[in-house]
């Protein structure tokens, strides 16, 4: 698709919207293929698209296809959406209900039958090293943003200090991670809602708030480096107590870390 075929069909498809649901959003969206025009939606000189005025690692070049869902009157659970299709069967959503205008950074991202949240979405499309394919998502200063690929068993390189928050969120495919010694932090509700069973953490420091919660872990050893476990961080896991915790630091495992509880409990937990 070029510049001037997606331009021509993203207005399209926004005043299609903008009469279903009667929210004026071309009112103040500029929607432009010239990258020096300063546009909400469009392209800029290197191919890449522009999302809510931000570049993107998006290329033009890669997109298949746009299609959208709205509907009249209030738009609440069921939220309306733009989708962008791309190659390797990559879709990004933009998110728009009664409350909020399209974009305004509520994004979605579907790629190899997972889906990442607005968040962890936001942060992807904006890293333009990323070349969409590559497992991991680092930033530039050895972050760990998402994970992309599909294996089971994880082997985290050495050289990343940060697993960022969210960076596994809800995947269904993973069993083990091994984490290195440069890993320091792992951030908030970092595997949260992930299948992941094991992991292993060799000189980590920091565990932030939730950081496994709804994991399946069954059995997790703190190692003598961390100096800070964050609230909820072993939450509705797979152990069934603390003492599935072998626990070499000095924090202390209370009920503010760790909690068993039944299906029912994590759903209405969440």
Same mark, same amino acid.
């Given at each position: 698709m070029d510049g001037t075929t997606f331009v021509e069909k993203f207005t399209e498809i926004i005043e299609k919207i903008s009469q279903i649901t009667e929210k004026s959003y071309d009112d103040w969206m500029v929607i432009s293929d010239d990258p020096d025009c300063d546009a909400d939606y469009g392209v800029d000189k290197e191919g890449r @698209?522009?999302?809510d005025g931000k +570049?993107?690692?998006l290329k033009l070049s890669e997109l298949q296809e746009i299609r959208y869902r709205a509907k009249d009157g209030w738009i609440d659970e069921d939220r309306g959406y733009i989708s962008l299709r791309f190659v390797g069967d990559r879709g990004f959503y933009l998110y728009f209900d009664s409350f909020s205008d399209l974009g305004d950074e509520k994004y979605g991202l579907e790629c190899k039958e997972r889906y990442f949240d607005a968040y962890t979405v936001k942060r992807?499309?904006?890293e333009k090293d990323y070349v969409w394919g590559e497992p991991l998502v680092v930033s530039e200063d050895h972050e760990l943003i998402a994970y992309m690929g599909g294996e089971k068993e994880v082997e985290i390189p050495d050289g990343i200090t940060t697993i960022g928050p969210c960076a596994f969120p809800m995947e269904r495919g993973i069993k083990?991670?091994? @984490?290195?010694?440069s890993v320091k932090k792992i951030g908030d509700y970092a595997f949260?809602?992930?299948w992941l069973e094991q992991i292993e953490m060799r000189g980590v420091e920091v565990i932030e708030e939730g950081a496994f919660f709804n994991t399946g872990i069954r059995h997790a050893v703190i190692p003598a480096t961390v100096?800070?476990? +964050?609230?909820?961080a072993f939450y509705y896991t797979g152990m069934e107590s603390a003492d599935c915790i072998e626990n070499h630091s000095n924090v202390v495992i209370d009920d503010k870390i760790f909690k068993k509880s039944s299906r029912k409990e994590k759903i209405s937990e969440q």
């Open positions: @698209l522009i999302i +570049g993107t690692n992807v499309i904006h083990s991670v091994i @984490l290195p010694e949260f809602s992930c100096r800070h476990i +964050g609230e909820k």
